[in-house]
């Protein structure tokens, strides 16, 4: 498996979210609305999820296990911080 795509997309007002991702698979599957959300422990993913009748909110799409998990974050951050440099570049006219 193989992500061909990601797309960040920030948000500008203040508080624990700080960006909504959406994923392409092997140029085929779309993953939409997986959250970039300021933890206690730093930055992390939230796989889009649906409030159930009993009030709780359940994934709708996630990965199986650890390392599929991990790899996901790692590569969706990374985008994430490429694009917070690129905003500050050209906040400040500067190029990368």
């Keep these: 498996m193989q ?3 990601v797309r960040v997309r920030r948000i500008a ?3 624990k979210m ?3 991702v959406s994923i392409t698979i092997d ?3 779309v993953i939409h609305d997986i959250k970039v959300i ?3 422990k730093g930055l992390f993913i939230a ?3 649906k409030k159930s009748a009993d009030g709780e909110y359940r994934d709708i799409a996630h990965p199986i296990n650890t390392d599929t998990r991990s790899m996901l974050e790692s590569i969706i951050l990374e985008e994430y911080e490429r694009s ?3 905003e500050d570049n050209s906040s ?5």
Excluded: Y
């Design 3 to 5: 992500v061909t795509d």
């Design 92 to 96: 400040t006219g500067t190029t990368a």
């Design 18 to 20: 700080k960006a909504v």
């Design 27 to 29: 140029h085929v599957f």
């Design 47 to 49: 796989m889009p999820s």
């Design 13 to 15: 007002k203040e508080g």
């Design 38 to 40: 300021e933890g206690e």
């Design 84 to 86: 917070a440099l690129q």
